[in-house]
């Protein structure tokens, strides 16, 4: 079982990145995928997620109207489209696959690096 996350870098304000997480390992389709983050010196926090097969998608209030998630089940692939950033933005963040399954199972990718730069 394999999450990837990557696409972050450095960014200046009101720039964009776009954040991947790749699957592999496991049924992608029957499970929600999350994207949390963690600023130095602060508590990891959810951004954003995406459910299994209708697609729903959800957002941190931090992020509504300036983040979109999406998912491509057909490359085990999800989008985190990040634009108007702004410095509180600045955060390692993380992928996350919870099945739909009771209990359900949990997965972790390692984390991207966003920066932005006022």
């Known amino acids: 079982v394999q999450l990837q996350a990557f696409g972050g870098g450095l960014v200046q304000v009101g720039g964009s990145l776009r954040l991947s997480c790749v699957a592999s390992?496991?049924?992608?389709?029957?499970?929600?995928i999350g994207w949390f983050r963690q600023a130095p010196g602060k508590e990891r926090e959810g951004v954003s997620c995406?459910?299994?097969?209708?697609?729903?998608?959800y957002y941190a209030d931090s992020v509504k109207g300036r983040f979109t998630i999406s998912r491509d089940n057909a490359k085990n692939t999800v989008h985190l489209q990040m634009n108007s950033l702004k410095p509180e933005d600045t955060a390692v963040y993380y992928c996350?696959?919870?099945?739909?399954?009771?209990?359900?199972?949990?997965?972790w990718g390692q984390g991207t690096q966003v920066t932005v730069s006022a």
């Open positions: 996350n696959a919870v099945s739909d399954s009771r209990p359900p199972l949990f997965y």
């Open positions: 390992g496991f049924r992608f389709d029957d499970y929600a």
């Open positions: 995406i459910s299994t097969h209708d697609g729903s998608a």
